[in-house]
């Protein structure tokens, strides 16, 4: 069985990795990957450090590119490899431009689709924008739903989805942690090896979504400020997002102050080694709202809203907003309160077990009858 996987963004390379490695080794399935490079050099960096060359790259990416090119730009260029390829089944990933874009094109080639990571919904289109209505679109032109959880299944089947094109399989992101995590890891970025001081509580923190632009990246900034001022044993790294919009007033609140630390953005196997070394993360990413747990990291995220509920169900994590003292007020809460503190780090992670990708190849496989 040709299986041809397409994505275009860190996340998604990250997320699908582990799902490629599997199938690489599987007799019954010819793996083939298509890059979009919605994130060009990210997504190079994320497959060059598990060895991935992917068989088609569309190249797509341009300086200030807008969603309507990236979604024009896949859909011209996607038909002429889908033609080469001809594969039995596309996978997408997630809710990013490409993967609405590629099930797109894919439908146009009366292709069989699977969607990794189906059936999340904050249940608000404009959050996060534009991820929220490609994730909708989405589940509308595939024929297979992969749900990390009983919630996004549940999500799909309230929408009509019928109940056996729905695997739950739990999330691929955790399935790439035994392949990230080593003890006495060295850090490839090297002032993490040199400017973090790691008898301190680390808090590490990353903010870059679209709809916290403008005033909530400035509340945010100001409430972490105010944290490590008033815990004296804490210091902050931040893998700064690479935008002006989230540059600025990061280094304009934090640069400079004492026990912090703002760095580029970092590779999969240095986050993940630094997570399994932090105290406490601040984040606004969904793909960290699932990755934390397995840490044992208490996690506080600075976003209005969420599409992983299962986390704030099970207590892994606690949803702040962005305003600066609601902010400040769950953080210290979690830095003060050691009984919340332990319930949290301690709470069981709702979202997998590692072994999503080799559900995902058995349900392939059993649904083609092979």
């Known amino acids: ?108 080639a009366k292709i069989p689709i699977g969607h990794v990571e189906a059936g999340l919904r904050s249940h608000d289109k404009y959050s996060p924008y534009p991820e929220e209505m490609n994730r909708k679109l989405t589940t509308a032109l595939v024929d297979f739903y992969f749900a990390p959880t009983d919630v996004s299944r549940d999500n799909l089947l309230k929408e009509g989805i019928a109940k056996d094109l729905i695997f739950v399989t739990g999330n691929t992101i955790l399935d790439i942690i035994k392949y990230t995590t080593k003890e006495n890891y060295k850090f490839q970025m090297d002032r993490l090896n040199h400017d973090v001081d790691f008898t301190k509580r680390i808090i590490l923190m990353t903010a870059h979504r679209g709809e916290n632009r403008g005033e909530p990246m400035e509340n945010i900034c100001r409430a972490v400020l105010r944290i490590v001022k008033d815990n004296p044993d804490t210091f902050l790294v931040w893998p700064v997002h690479p935008g002006k919009a989230v540059t600025e007033p990061a280094n304009r609140i934090l640069g400079g102050q004492e026990r912090v630390l703002l760095t580029q953005p970092l590779d999969i196997i240095d986050m993940h080694n630094l997570m399994s070394r932090s105290y406490l993360l601040l984040t606004d990413s969904g793909g960290l ?77 059993r649904s083609a009858k092979l």
Do not use: W
């Not at 889908?82 to 439908?107: M, N, Q, R, Y």
């Not at 780090?345 to 072994?355: C, I």
């Open 1 to 108: 069985m040709k299986i041809l996987s397409i994505f275009g963004t860190r996340p998604e390379a990250y997320k699908m990795i582990p799902l490629i490695l599997e199938m690489q080794k599987h007799p019954n399935i010819q793996s083939e990957v298509c890059i979009t490079a919605q994130h060009r050099e990210l997504v190079d960096n994320a497959l060059a450090l598990f060895n991935i060359m992917p068989d088609y790259d569309l190249n797509i990416m341009t300086v200030g590119q807008t969603i309507t090119e990236i979604t024009v730009r896949v859909l011209q260029g996607l038909p002429a490899i889908l033609e080469k390829s001809k594969p039995d089944i596309i996978l997408v990933h997630g809710d990013p431009t490409t993967a609405f874009a590629a099930s797109l094109a894919a439908f146009y």
């Open 289 to 365: 709202q699932e990755e934390s747990p397995s840490f044992n990291l208490p996690t506080v995220v600075l976003r209005e809203v969420t599409e992983r509920p299962e986390g704030q169900k099970a207590g892994t994590l606690v949803l702040a907003g962005t305003h600066e003292d609601s902010i400040y007020n769950e953080a210290m809460g979690l830095l003060t309160d050691t009984q919340v503190y332990k319930k949290m780090a301690n709470a069981q992670n709702p979202f997998g077990d590692g072994n999503a990708s080799c559900r995902i190849i058995d349900a392939i496989l």
